[in-house]
């Protein structure tokens, strides 16, 4: 019996999306935040490496250097990814070979929810390319994506 093709049913195209890197801040031991980035990511056609929670900084490091990716994804869900990302960022942006990556945070980034004090402007000082508070919602991330992508493929390695 023959069954129609469907467009899921494609034959697969060449890779088209950039290699993402996917992890917590070393304090964050919640995993359903990135395997919900890992998924939204893949089905926007990235290349996605989840290194996965509570990932000290050293060792964070030196997963960029293996995987080389075209940017990493940093995403805090306890609170405490304002202080943590800060001193994550400042480390990378020490480092000659991964002082250009792409790198981005989002999530619940202090301790006192949307009532609290935005930590934006600090984290961007501190050295991330882009900063996405919990109270946003997914969309200004996935707004970013989209206006990255194409900067992103002249980086492509």
């Given at each position: 019996?023959?069954?129609?093709?469907s467009?899921?049913?494609?034959?697969?195209?060449?890779?088209?999306?950039r290699?993402?890197?996917?992890?917590?801040?070393?304090?964050?031991?919640?995993?359903?935040?990135?395997?919900?980035l890992?998924l939204?990511?893949?089905d926007l056609?990235h290349?996605?490496?989840?290194i996965?929670?509570?990932?000290?900084?050293?060792?964070?490091?030196?997963?960029?250097?293996?995987?080389?990716?075209d940017?990493?994804?940093?995403?805090?869900?306890n609170?405490?990814?304002a202080?943590?990302?800060?001193?994550?960022?400042?480390?990378?942006?020490?480092?000659?070979?991964?002082?250009?990556?792409k790198?981005?945070?989002?999530?619940?980034?202090?301790i006192?929810?949307?009532?609290?004090?935005?930590?934006?402007?600090?984290?961007l000082?501190?050295?991330?390319?882009?900063?996405?508070?919990?109270?946003?919602?997914?969309?200004?991330?996935?707004?970013?994506?989209?206006a990255?992508?194409?900067?992103l493929?002249?980086?492509?390695?």
């Amino acid at each position: 019996m023959s069954v129609p093709a469907s467009s899921h049913d494609a034959a697969p195209t060449a890779f088209s999306g950039r290699r993402v890197l996917v992890s917590s801040v070393s304090s964050d031991s919640h995993t359903w935040n990135l395997v919900f980035l890992q998924l939204l990511l893949e089905d926007l056609g990235h290349e996605v490496t989840n290194i996965g929670a509570c990932v000290p900084d050293e060792l964070l490091i030196a997963e960029c250097r293996r995987h080389r990716p075209d940017m990493m994804v940093i995403s805090s869900v306890n609170g405490h990814g304002a202080l943590d990302g800060s001193r994550l960022i400042r480390r990378l942006r020490q480092e000659p070979d991964l002082s250009d990556l792409k790198v981005v945070i989002g999530g619940k980034l202090g301790i006192r929810g949307a009532d609290g004090d935005s930590h934006s402007q600090n984290l961007l000082e501190a050295g991330f390319d882009a900063v996405f508070e919990d109270a946003a919602g997914i969309a200004p991330f996935r707004r970013y994506l989209a206006a990255a992508t194409p900067a992103l493929e002249g980086a492509a390695r």
